[in-house]
């Protein structure tokens, strides 16, 4: 098994600024995730975060609203950039290994003010 | 199109009681099935995984069961426990683009009251 360590837990920004959140996983794993969960909603995948090249995002965002970063096989940020009211939301990190098991971290909630 | 479904969305039992969460499937190909657990405000986590051939498997209070041909599984919770409110999630990895994308459902709410 994996522990993910997401942080901050939860977070108040003021709409135009910027909040980067880190990703720690205990174990290398190839795979990490960034999703986001709006109230009373399913997770949605934001993008695959990639180790040593640019992530890989789904439709609907873009490099330039969440920027990611994967240094290494344990750690990544995601970057929510110049928020709105819009963006709040939970912010979850997952990491897994393809075919096995998916483990989250227990989520960043973002709301903006 | 990839998709789970879940049913029903709300659930509200007296704890004690007994409970069956249901997910309907179409990702193709198959791999395996999940269930998640997800407390308010807490990342989800693991109840069981299920490959093509499983057909049952348990977790304690809970019990998941597989059908392949009919592409539906369902969640069993026995005795509920206060504890046991949560959102449960049924998850389907759709291989797509070089690794196992994660097909979520939209859960189902479970209310357990005293």
């Known amino acids: 098994s994996a522990v993910i360590s997401q942080k901050p837990s939860r977070d108040i920004c003021q709409r135009g600024t910027s909040l980067t959140i880190q990703c720690q996983v205990d174990?290398?794993?190839?795979?990490m995730f960034w999703y986001r969960q709006q109230p009373g909603q399913s997770l949605t995948l934001i993008a695959t975060a990639n180790q040593g090249s640019e992530a890989t995002y789904e439709s609907g965002f873009v490099i330039d609203k969440f920027p990611i970063s994967r240094p290494n096989l344990t750690f990544s940020t995601l970057t929510v950039s110049n928020m709105s009211p819009e963006d709040s939301s939970i912010y979850l990190c997952s990491a897994g290994q393809g075919t096995t098991e998916a483990f989250f971290g227990q989520g960043t909630r973002l709301t903006v003010v | 199109k990839n998709q789970v479904e879940q049913s029903p969305q709300s659930l509200i039992i007296l704890e004690g009681k007994n409970c069956t969460l249901q997910?309907?499937?179409?990702?193709?190909?198959?791999?395996?099935l999940r269930w998640y657990k997800q407390d308010t405000g807490r990342g989800p986590v693991s109840l069981t995984i299920m490959t093509f051939s499983e057909n049952t498997k348990s977790n304690g209070r809970y019990t998941a069961t597989l059908d392949a041909d009919t592409k539906q599984s369902s969640l069993h919770i026995t005795a509920s426990q206060l504890s046991d409110s949560a959102s449960y999630i049924c998850?389907?990895?759709?291989?797509?683009?070089?690794?196992?994308?994660?097909?979520f459902g939209a859960g189902t709410r479970l209310a357990v009251h005293p």
């Open positions: 174990s290398q794993v190839t795979m």
């Open positions: 998850v389907v990895p759709s291989f797509s683009g070089g690794y196992n994308k994660l097909i």
């Open positions: 997910c309907n499937y179409t990702v193709s190909p198959f791999s395996n």
